[in-house]
DNA sequence: TTTCGCTAGTGGATTACATCA
DNA sequence: GTTGATGTAATCCACTAGCGA
């Protein structure tokens, strides 16, 4: 939004006859040329009490400040869609500003206490599972999906797009507690290796600090790797034995001589893996 | 009375398009 | 005609309040 709160006050104070929160073009605001400019982000609608909200609308007269406007309360509302899609949803803006306002709960203001406080009602089952379904087709709606399920569901546009946006939600969070636990199962799984791991390293060091080490010691060590099996396997001048990754299988390379491939691997310098791993820390950026 | 899930409002960020210099 | 700046509308997400079970 390009529309800093002091245009959005200035625009406020000075033009009262024109909604700062339109989504409407100009030719649709012709349409609908009486509606007041009240702030719509700052006043609550009406609440609904006693009200069936998953009735059929039955008059036009919309229970919210989306009537006062004749369209929705905010910037986000009306067209649900993939962006870069103007055309298609200029098409359905009026329609579906009309359906909103169709689309009413058939309470007036006096009817809803117009105390400002709102009322949450919750959807049918039946439309749940409509929703649901169409949710499992496609996770987000153009605006004439969205204006055909509203129309079917005798909801409004508005409400079928934050019900998408709310189910969208939960899809994340879900899958985020998916993620953490995935994560922490990891976290928890190489914990355990490097522990073992650094185990083994002191036995090594120990090992090589004591004078039979040396005197036992073979010439330096070549590890082998088959590109296929991925088996380890060491070689020196005076051992073909177990000098290998423990956490590779070792296998003396006889049994590998048919591969004609074999490359040597190097042995790097001790590096511990660390007890968190480092993604973990990264907050992913933003693109 | 408290808790939890759901519905909806709000603000910021982003994108596409229109207009103008 | 092209290009960059600017404005506007639409959409998304994150956060949150409020309602109902």
Excluded at 68 to 87: C, D, E, Q, Y
Excluded at 97 to 110: F, K, V
Excluded at 181 to 201: G, M, S, Y
Excluded at 238 to 264: D, F, I, K
């Amino acid at each position: 939004m390009m529309i800093g709160k002091e245009d959005l006050a200035l625009s406020l104070s000075l033009s009262p006859t024109i909604s700062t929160t339109t989504n409407c073009r100009s030719h649709q605001l012709n349409l609908l040329p009486s509606f007041s400019s009240l702030d719509t982000r700052t006043t609550p609608p009406a609440s609904l009490r006693g009200i069936d909200m998953n009735q059929t609308p039955v008059t036009e007269r919309e229970d919210s400040e989306e009537d006062m406007h004749g369209m929705p309360s905010s910037p986000n509302s009306t067209n649900s869609s993939s962006s870069g899609k103007r055309n298609e949803r200029d098409q359905v803006t009026c329609e579906e500003h009309m359906l909103e306002r169709a689309g009413s709960r058939g309470l007036s203001d006096e009817e809803d206490g117009g105390d400002g406080s709102r009322k949450k009602l919750r959807l049918s089952k039946d439309q749940s599972a409509v929703l649901e379904e169409s949710f499992k087709e496609h996770n987000t709606l153009n605006p004439k999906q969205k204006a055909a399920l509203a129309q079917r569901l005798n909801l409004r546009p508005r409400q079928v797009e934050v019900w998408f946006q709310n189910r969208r939600a939960r899809t994340k969070l879900k899958q985020t507690e998916v993620d953490c636990e995935f994560l922490k199962r990891c976290c928890e799984n190489l914990t355990e290796e490097n522990r073992r791991l650094q185990k083994e390293l002191q036995e090594l060091r120990a090992l090589k600090l004591s004078p039979q080490f040396y005197m036992q010691m073979n010439p330096p060590t070549t590890l082998t790797m088959c590109p296929s099996c991925e088996r380890v396997s060491s070689s020196s001048a005076g051992n073909s034995g177990s000098a290998g990754s423990s956490a590779a299988t070792v296998v003396p390379p006889s049994m590998h001589q048919t591969y004609q491939h074999h490359r040597s691997i190097v042995p790097a310098p001790w590096t511990p893996i660390p007890l968190r791993p480092a993604f973990l820390d990264t907050p992913p950026q933003r693109s």
